[in-house]
């Protein structure tokens, strides 16, 4: 195994994998919008962003899509939108957590927002048994709940400070470019995953 005393992991592609075209198409072609439209409209209100450092609770973020879409959705149909993003989660990938945990302590860290956790929540639940997502790790750092956000220094100081580990003793794996950079300026031992042409377990040897 690495020279590193701790794991930290990104969630979507690189547990669970995610298509935020999903998301884009399922809002269109309920309002009959262009996904072109929707994307851009969405963009322009860096709603993804606001959503996931906290800045409103659920109903207020359904409201908000309501307006910045320009379309009455129901509930339901933002929850689903919204998540439809959410793809399949490999059981080999729960495995290998697992399996590491035995080793080193396990983090997650993740930009995210309270729908698309209790959908997790809930696919953890139904497919493993698992009584949801932070049930697997040894902690889990979500970026709504921090008031933080990926890239940004602060939050990655932040886990550093509750886990009590020096930056080259942890390695990262996300797969967005920006957040491995960061990091590694920081001082972290880093894997940037291709979610197309890899997978985190061929990472590691168990």
Not at 46 to 51: F, H, I, K, P, T
Not at 125 to 150: C, H
Request: aromatic fraction near 12%; charged fraction near 30%; proline fraction near 4%.
């Amino acid at each position: 195994m690495g020279n590193y005393k701790a794991v930290l992991f990104d969630f979507g592609n690189v547990i669970i994998n995610i298509d935020p075209e999903l998301t884009l198409k399922a809002f269109s072609e309920i309002s009959g919008k262009s996904v072109a439209r929707v994307k851009d409209k969405l963009e322009m209100s860096q709603l993804n962003r606001r959503y996931e450092t906290g800045l409103f609770e659920d109903e207020e973020f359904r409201e908000i899509v309501r307006q910045t879409i320009g379309y009455p959705f129901s509930d339901k149909e933002v929850d689903n939108a919204w998540n439809a993003l959410l793809q399949d989660l490999p059981p080999y990938r729960i495995s290998l957590i697992l399996e590491l945990k035995d080793k080193y302590p396990v983090y997650l860290l993740s930009n995210t927002n309270s729908l698309h956790i209790k959908k997790c929540d809930q696919i953890f639940r139904d497919q493993f048994g698992i009584p949801n997502v932070k049930a697997l790790f040894t902690k889990a750092f979500y970026s709504y709940e921090m008031g933080l956000w990926k890239p940004d220094k602060e939050i990655y100081q932040t886990v550093l400070d509750d886990i009590e580990q020096k930056a080259e003793d942890v390695l990262f794996i996300d797969d967005n470019a920006s957040n491995i950079a960061s990091a590694a300026e920081m001082g972290f031992q880093t894997i940037l995953m291709d979610p197309k042409n890899d997978d985190v377990i061929n990472h590691f040897k168990i």
